[in-house]
């Protein structure tokens, strides 16, 4: 079993991201809650990679295609397909916006990284993301916004949501000679068992 400061994390800075001229201000506060960046390129997203990324399963379709349904049915508008369809077309419009322009993938490593870097990107939704998060602080987008112009929401950042999920994204971006392995300093702060080597 893979030991917990080994876990990694998928991070994409979207098109809206890069720019805005976040990118050094996303891996500041990453680098200073202690996790080690491990690989990083910027780069055009292929639609073939972005439709890989954004793989979803039927269950998902229906939840997010609901989403909208309800939301139609608050405004008084026509519904004319089913959810899944709707969720299928919420699927294109986020590889539409991730095919935008250039984005930067980032792999990065640390105990409970995956969740680590959740909590300091916020939720999905800017508008409601907490202040002091990287979507609370860079951007004011919303669900509303995005449905009336019928597109996604830009909200800076894709986060992993768990280790599996991160080493199935990770194969999308990056080959494994790409993902460097080396030690840092504060690694002894963070994870050396007895603190040796502190002290003179």
Not at 56 to 80: A, C, H, L, S, Y
Not at 99 to 110: L, N, R, S
Not at 146 to 175: G, Q, T
């Amino acid at each position: 079993m893979q030991h917990p400061k080994k876990e990694r994390s998928l991070v994409l800075i979207k098109p809206d991201g890069v720019q805005r001229s976040l990118i050094g201000e996303i891996i500041k506060r990453f680098e200073q809650t202690g996790l080690k960046l491990c690989a990083l390129k910027i780069l055009n997203a292929t639609e073939e990679q972005s439709f890989e990324h954004y793989y979803k399963e039927n269950k998902w379709f229906e939840k997010v295609g609901r989403k909208t349904i309800d939301n139609k049915k608050e405004k008084g508008e026509n519904i004319n397909k089913n959810a899944i369809e709707y969720g299928k077309e919420i699927q294109s419009a986020l590889v539409d916006f991730l095919t935008a322009g250039p984005i930067v993938c980032m792999v990065w490593q640390g105990n409970a990284v995956c969740g680590v870097i959740r909590k300091i990107v916020g939720g999905t939704e800017p508008l409601t993301s907490d202040v002091g998060t990287i979507r609370g602080d860079f951007t004011i987008d919303s669900y509303n916004l995005a449905n009336n112009d019928d597109r996604a929401v830009r909200n800076l950042i894709h986060a992993s949501e768990n280790p599996d999920e991160a080493e199935r994204e990770i194969k999308i971006w990056f080959s494994e000679n790409e993902i460097l392995k080396y030690n840092l300093v504060q690694d002894k702060i963070l994870y050396d068992v007895n603190l040796d080597g502190i002290k003179e």
